[in-house]
């Protein structure tokens, strides 16, 4: 068998905003045989989707590729010209976007996009290519193919959308396909009906394919080689089954180890029930539109929810998106007033929105957010951010001030010397702990975690999480631990809440999340999350009714 | 759709005259403020106290401010503008002609500047960072820089004076053919053109840019498309919207805000007409031409809007 694709020595070089050159890949030689599927596996920043993009002859604005040899079918996609570029891609070589909803034109209908490869490159009569395409629906298991086409993408819901992505790459027979993260955006349990409907795909046409992801249990199903990067540089190459279960790279090991969090000890059920609740939610409902006759919005994202959390122990509260976990924690916190129920934080009823509640009420609650881009101002230094709220709440100013904010800096294992940079000027897993610090300036009992390790690669997330257990024994913290990612809520709770269309229907201990979970659709999501083993996608069975409903959504 | 469409017409319209009513009180209340005494004016210095404060009751003048408005406001909704102070002629006369004197120039410079704005900001857009796109942003920003009478004297000075190949003067009722419709018009036109197409060019270019560094249309160039019909169906459909409002503000000043021009060509257009009114204390025709400027506004918005709902489908919805 020969190589359909062959990257030799490929180094590319991206302009940063302050105008310097900085090579992001720095000589990569990766080869891919006919009917082979290798994946590149890395961190952010490690250069998997530049190099991915290069297949297409592409590079993001900014980026150059400065030498090197990039061979599809033996034609060098680097040495082409613009024009002959052009006739490849969507021909020979196809794209799978990361997001499908950002790649779909919204002003446009889906049929009109899935075919347009058959009219940029004349392919075949607009008639013969819609009936193609109707094909391809029906190969990708997507409902009624024959009318999915006329809708706009907005009307199509997420897994749906990156199956049609893959629909439209197909449609001009090409003979590599280029998946970069096409199912991260995913809930799990959508990301099992379109890694199937990939996978049977593929197997169907024999075709050789680049699956760029960061999570190693994905790629594990689909892919017959895994190429490791770091910084633009392979680390290790070998067949899955080598890299799952005898890694030889240290960076491998790495990424092998944080996939297999440390099991958090469970707290003894007794003593948990004697301790005080820190926080109890009784029969909350909230919502957002206009409040109708029963004094409910029109449309509940919380529907009366219960749940205690005794002090000092953390509480997983998991779901996929739409579940109303979210929702939760901005009722909890205050920003938005519940329609119905009620919060009891040490013992006190809190008043609905934050304007009610009183400053030490304020101090004790403490929410971090997801995305610490948005969370931390952009123009303020980290000792102004960190200051702010010491100012705030305990009055503190001058050089006591500067001290605590070398202590919290110290708390979540940063250098003081950071204290001078400005957000921007951070990494990710930096910001983040942060934004873990400022939470921790105002000497919180409780913290509200909205997602805050879902941005993060799995070896920084994996740190983060550390970092969040170890403050906990050292600050006696409790923690609201709000993720989609059951192995991060493994590791860190000692309860779990699952979540399902705004509903509470199930409350376990953690451990006994796995073997334990009575409610069928907590089964559902847990059996979902994949494993790292070749073959758990082809073992797995699940309640197909069960599935089609919650994927329906 | 098309239902659709008619029905937020229809409630357009409705919010359309609610602002009108607003803008009416709020111009009515802008000219009793105005100082001097129009009777007192239209008399001149030597009137005696008796006949200023006659003419004063002849024109209801003292009859409560919010009488007068009530009167006014019904005035206007039955197509009565009421009567020139200054002529005694019917409101409805004096604009009529001037007005169809400004729709036919704002026409011709919408008609002229539009497409050039289009094409101009959607190319910059194409080869962003080329020498083109540089030239037009210098272009752009040095016309927005040079105030119009500058650009409307300098076209004077070297069209009618020098050159002598235009008239300096632009009497639009005295048209005969062709050939002479575009030498009256052809120096007012390039002068508001260029007031009118800085500010759409750029932000043409702008809102085009925006959607070219989106996903969707870098999905568009991996499936093959060239940068022209990237550009051409993808981008430029999805920044429609705010390209449709950007143009709905610039061209709303052909109306109102065309004095300069209007004085220097002597062309004979309401903006002047409101000018000279001010002068006069002429209130009823004042009130009027500022109504007849908001409508057109409120028109070229809502027109901006249907072209910014038609052309994307979630909105649509």
Known sequence: MGNIVEIRDLAVAAKTDSGRVVDIIKGVDIEVAEGEVVALIGESGSGKTTIALTLLGYTRPGCRITRGKVLVAGRDMVAMSEAERQHVRGQQVAYVPQSAAAAFDPSQTIMEQVVEVSRIHQLMPPEDARRKAVDLFRALSLPNPETIGARYPHQVSGGQLQRLAAAMALIGDPEVMVFDEPTTALDVTTQIEVLRAFKSVIADRNMAGIYVSHDLAVVAQIADRIVVLKGGEVQEVAETEKIVHTPQHAYTKELIAAFHPVERAPADPRAMAQRNAILEVKNLSAGYGPTGSDSQPSFLALKDVTFRLAAGESLGIIGESGSGKSTLARVISGLLPQSSGSVTFEGRELAKSVSGRSREELRKMQIVFQLADTALNPNRPVRAILGRPLTFYHGVRGRQREAEVDRLLDMVRLPAALKHRLPSELSGGQKQRVNLARALAAKPELILCDEITSALDTVVAAAILKLLDELQRELGLSYMFISHDLSTVEAICDEVVVMYQGEKVEEMPTNRMKSGAEHPYSRLLISSVPQLDTNWLDRLEQDNELMQAVAGR | ?317
């Open chain 2, 1 to 317: 759709m098309n239902s659709m469409i008619a029905g937020l017409i229809i409630r357009r319209v409705g919010i359309m005259l609610v602002s009108l009513v607003i803008v009416a009180f709020a111009v009515f209340a802008a000219t009793e403020l105005l100082p001097g005494d129009v009777a007192q004016i239209l008399l001149g210095q030597s009137a005696t106290p008796e006949a200023v404060a006659g003419l004063r009751k002849a024109m209801h003048l003292d009859q409560p401010a919010i009488l007068r408005f009530g009167h006014w406001l019904g005035g206007l909704v039955t197509g009565d503008f009421g009567r020139s102070y200054a002529n005694n002629r019917d409101v409805a006369d004096l604009i009529s002609g001037r007005l169809v004197n400004s729709l036919k120039l704002g026409a011709v410079t919408t008609l002229f500047s539009v497409p050039l704005s289009l094409f101009l900001g959607v190319t910059a857009a194409m080869f962003r960072g080329s020498f083109y796109d540089r030239l037009v942003s210098v272009f752009t920003v040095t016309v927005i820089s040079v105030p119009e009478f500058m650009v409307a004297t300098l076209a004077v000075l070297i069209f009618a004076v020098y050159l002598g190949w235009l008239p300096a003067l632009s009497f639009a009722n005295e048209v005969h053919g062709l050939g002479e419709l575009l030498r009256v018009y052809a120096m007012p036109v390039i002068t508001l053109s260029f007031v009118v197409s800085a500010q759409m060019i750029r932000m043409t270019r702008a809102a085009v840019i925006d959607t070219i560094n989106t996903p969707y249309v870098e999905m568009a160039l991996l499936k093959g498309a060239t940068r022209r019909r990237m550009v051409m169906r993808h981008a430029l459909p999805n920044a429609l919207g705010p390209i449709a409002n950007a143009m709905a503000l610039s061209l709303s000043y052909l109306l109102g805000g065309v004095i300069i021009v209007e004085t220097i060509f002597n062309y004979p257009g309401v903006a002047k007409l409101m000018v000279d009114a001010v002068a006069t204390r002429d209130l009823p025709l004042i009130q009027t031409c500022a109504m007849l400027f908001c409508l057109s506004y409120l028109l070229l918005i809502l027109i901006a809007d249907v072209v910014a709902i038609a052309s994307n489908p979630r909105l649509r919805q």
